[in-house]
């Protein structure tokens, strides 16, 4: 059974749960919502949950937005194991079955991309739109020592929802994938969004990549001078800004149709 509670700007919002594979994956998304308006389904990156995004639903006021927390992340199960990317696409699939999600966006930062890719390459009749933000359309293969250097990284940030026997599953269970012979697959209007400091994750090549591999009549590409990877919180304005009007965009084009 779903619980309600507040969170920014007193709205209220409702958590559930789904099954992927016999993995409980916890969702949240807003209590009410314009039917009119496309719905987007947020996909975190590697080490954030869905209560990271709070700020984001509230921002978009009364349009559908639903954010999952992966399988290892915030209030979602943790098993030991099972941390490839089918596991992670599956954990998509099963919060888009049980919210009967049709005709939606899907948004995704960082190591999330790779999940969401691999969902959209299987599932791009359900989707109107793309948001991609700071990475490759590469599910990449975690070197051995990686899982302790990023907890030695982030070992003085409160703010990261993921534990260490995680990390060493999700670097076990990665191999490399170049989603790049497969992008044509995905044929709705996309936004590609990119830091351009040293930190970011995507570089001008790769963009390239995108733009000529997808099916997509409409790629708008959104570069932010002055931001590194972690776009959102080094420009929220301009990265809200950018998301809605391009959901508006999508808006518009359901209604004409």
């Known amino acids: ?11 209220k919002y409702i958590e559930g749960w789904s099954n992927s594979d016999n993995v409980k994956i916890h969702y949240i998304y807003n209590e009410k919502y314009d039917k009119a308006k496309v719905p987007l389904l947020v996909c975190p990156g590697l080490s954030e949950s869905a209560e990271d995004y709070i700020k984001l639903i509230s921002d978009l006021n009364d349009r559908r937005c639903i ?3 992966f399988r290892g992340r915030g209030k979602s199960d943790a098993p030991k194991n099972r941390y490839t990317l089918e596991n992670h696409i599956s954990d998509i699939e099963s919060v888009a079955k049980k919210l009967n999600l049709n005709e939606f966006c899907i948004m995704a930062r960082s190591r999330g991309v790779s999940y969401a890719l691999g969902y959209s390459i299987l599932n ?3 989707l109107k739109g793309m948001i991609i933000e700071e990475y490759p359309p590469v599910h ?6 990686w899982a302790e250097e990023f907890i030695s990284h982030m070992k003085d940030d409160k703010n990261y929802n993921i534990k260490y026997d995680v990390l060493k599953a ?3 269970d990665s191999v490399q994938i170049n989603f790049e012979g497969d992008l044509n697959k995905i044929n709705c209007p996309i936004l590609i969004m990119k830091g351009e400091k040293e930190e970011s994750l995507l570089s001008r090549k790769e963009i390239g990549i995108y733009v000529k591999g997808l099916k997509s009549k409409t790629i708008k590409v959104k570069c932010f001078e002055h931001d590194g990877h972690d776009v959102p919180s080094d420009n929220y304005t301009e990265f809200l800004k950018t998301i809605e009007e391009f959901l508006l965009y999508r808006d518009r084009m359901k209604i004409s149709k």
């Open 170 to 172: 999700i670097e076990k």
């Open 67 to 69: 954010v999952l927390s």
């Open 140 to 145: 990449k293969k975690m070197p051995k020592g």
């Open 1 to 11: 059974m779903t619980k309600i509670y507040r969170g920014n700007h007193s709205m």
């Open 124 to 126: 791009s009749s359900l």
